[in-house]
């Protein structure tokens, strides 16, 4: 008997959450507000007798990209062609459109035979962290007012504008908190660290200089007073692993960022941290 394939709803969503951590992903504690404000019609599951077996997003922020994740079977379930069900039955929602994802290395070839290359490595890093609070009034916490000139300036750094998605992950909330360099009245980078299933994760952290990257940094580690943090990295990019040196954080996991489509033209080396393996 095929499984059912539908759209997910809210709840399913906090369920799909559920068993990413206990893949070991470390999402967010209250990702699932801003995952769901990106495109409430990005996620389906798959059912059998009743009981949601497998999940898949793929969320589309405009008419040109679209990012897919949380591609997961439930363990009960897996080498029954289920996940692979679900796949083929959501790829075509994202028709016309390139595709990005993050999946583990080891499955390459599996997403190549449906179109997918691979443009470079995302490394997490993680580690213990403590870090003074740099000085100046150039760091801000984000607010509304700000929203404007986020909006744009994450564009440079995504293929799309994701502006629903930003207004839920840049509210400040508890364990979560927004850091914006603003100089000459523009913003020279931002970052974003939240509590997650394990310690704190920083993404995105976007600067257009290493200093600015650094400063970001300290003053979000510095804001949750130390501890676990974990940084996602596009590989290419030596000033971020120089970062992670100097903060002594190690290797932990990688994925591989893989296109369908055109692959954007990213400033990969002023990404210091990817936003998230799931939404990009």
Known sequence: ??????????????????????????PGLDDAASFWAAD???????????????????????????????????????????????????LPEAAGRTIGLDGVPGAQDIYA???????????????????????GTELVSVSPVHMPLLVDYDARFYPARRENFLREWLKPRDGRQSIALIRNAGIAAYGTIRASQEGHRIGPLFADTETGADLVFRKLVASIGGGPVFLDIPEPNAAARALCDRYNLKPVFE??????????????????????????
Not at 113 to 120: E, I, V, W
């Open 113 to 135: 035979k449906s179109g997918f290359a691979l443009a470079h490595t995302n490394i997490r890093y993680g580690g213990e962290v403590k870090c003074t609070e740099p000085p």
């Open 40 to 90: 409430p019609d990005g996620y389906w599951v798959a059912e059998e007798d009743g009981r949601v077996v497998a999940g898949l997003s793929l969320v589309r922020y405009d008419g040109t990209y679209a990012f897919l994740g949380f591609y997961i079977t439930h363990p009960d379930y897996r080498g029954q062609g289920i996940g692979h069900r679900l796949w083929q039955s959501v």
């Open 255 to 280: 994925t591989a960022r893989m296109y369908r489509g055109i692959a954007p033209d990213l400033p990969l080396g002023q990404i210091y941290g990817v936003t998230t393996f799931e939404l990009g």
């Open 1 to 26: 008997m095929s499984p059912i394939i539908r759209k997910a709803g809210r709840a399913d969503l906090d369920l799909l959450l559920d068993w990413a951590a206990r893949e070991g992903w470390n």
